[in-house]
């Protein structure tokens, strides 16, 4: 049986990781291409405007109970109707989509405010579409970026002789093919985690730390950004899946950059949905066994 192709290799090195006799090569382009990815995608943001993003302080304690219940609340919904820890793609991501609306509908309202205190529409909910100008120039070098990261991660895996398990939901969506099964999947992965993730780890976890350091300067927007970007990678299992980590890591910056400089979900909700759309089109359509 031949074996995979250059192109199966590049797009999907978890499944067809490098040969253990020449890593290195990889490791150091595509860490190298990483780097200079993150640095153009920052370039690329950055004459939106000061990045920023914090939350008041007085929105902290409802924003950490809605990020929270954002993330949990589909999964425990989904298995109490189901009885199944895995239900169908479509029902959980109807749940993800519904839950994560609400949670930032109540946020932007919060009927835990004052009454006396004014109410404008926060910053984060709006959209401003020539945002579209840098954020979809920035989604262009994300997936280069995203691929190296991947590479390199598969080779250094290799390298160190630790085995590569690739994440099970990717093997699971190759279960079938019908019209249905694929059509759920990008309702769940390409509208419900989008949807669910920007607001858990960039509205509230970044902005309930960037709130309480503003008066930290670039250190706390530093310190806030690394967190966010800290849980968004292990909300993913990396000590299941290590060949996760410097791809989520990147795209956690990304989104991170995205949401600091536009101070609204949507720009990184846009990316997030763009990325799991492709990644799903090359399992469904190209990669597939």
């Given amino acids: 049986m031949a074996g995979p192709s ?7 090195p978890a499944r067809n990781p490098p040969a253990p006799d020449a890593v290195l090569l990889p490791i150091v382009i595509g860490l190298a291409a990483a780097l200079l990815g993150l640095l153009t995608v920052w370039r690329v943001l950055r004459p939106i405007g000061k990045p920023d993003g914090g939350l008041p302080v007085q ?11 954002a993330l949990l609340l589909p999964d425990i919904v989904g298995f109490v109707v189901t009885r199944n820890p895995e239900p169908d793609p479509m029902l ?29 529409a926060p910053a984060w909910v709006k959209f401003e579409p020539v945002w579209l100008t840098r954020v979809l120039p920035a989604w262009v070098v994300c997936y280069p970026v995203l691929i190296g990261a991947a590479v390199a991660n598969a080779a250094l895996l290799v390298m160190l002789d630790v085995p590569i398990t690739e994440q099970h939901h990717l093997t699971r969506l190759r279960t079938d093919d ?23 780890f ?37 000590w299941q899946f290590p060949v996760l980590i410097l791809p989520l890591a990147a795209l956690g910056v990304i989104l991170t950059l995205s949401y600091a400089y536009t101070r609204s979900i949507w720009p990184g909700v846009i990316i997030h949905a763009l990325h799991n759309s492709l990644v799903l089109t090359f399992q469904f359509f190209v990669v597939a066994d």
């Fill in 202 to 238: 960039r509205v509230v976890f970044f902005g309930v730390l960037k709130g309480w350091l503003s008066q930290a300067g670039s250190a706390g927007l530093w310190i806030a950004g690394g967190a966010s970007v800290l849980l968004f990678v292990l909300a993913h299992y990396p």
């Fill in 178 to 200: 019908s019209a249905p099964w694929i059509l759920g999947w990008y309702v769940l992965a390409g509208v419900g985690a989008p949807l669910r993730e920007e607001f858990a």
């Fill in 59 to 69: 929105d902290t304690l409802l924003a950490l109970a809605l990020g929270f219940t």
């Fill in 6 to 12: 250059a192109w199966q290799q590049l797009l999907d």
């Fill in 92 to 120: 959980l991501g109807a749940l993800q989509v519904a839950i994560a609306l609400v949670c930032i509908v109540l946020l932007a309202r919060n009927p835990l405010r004052r009454q006396d205190e004014p109410a404008p």
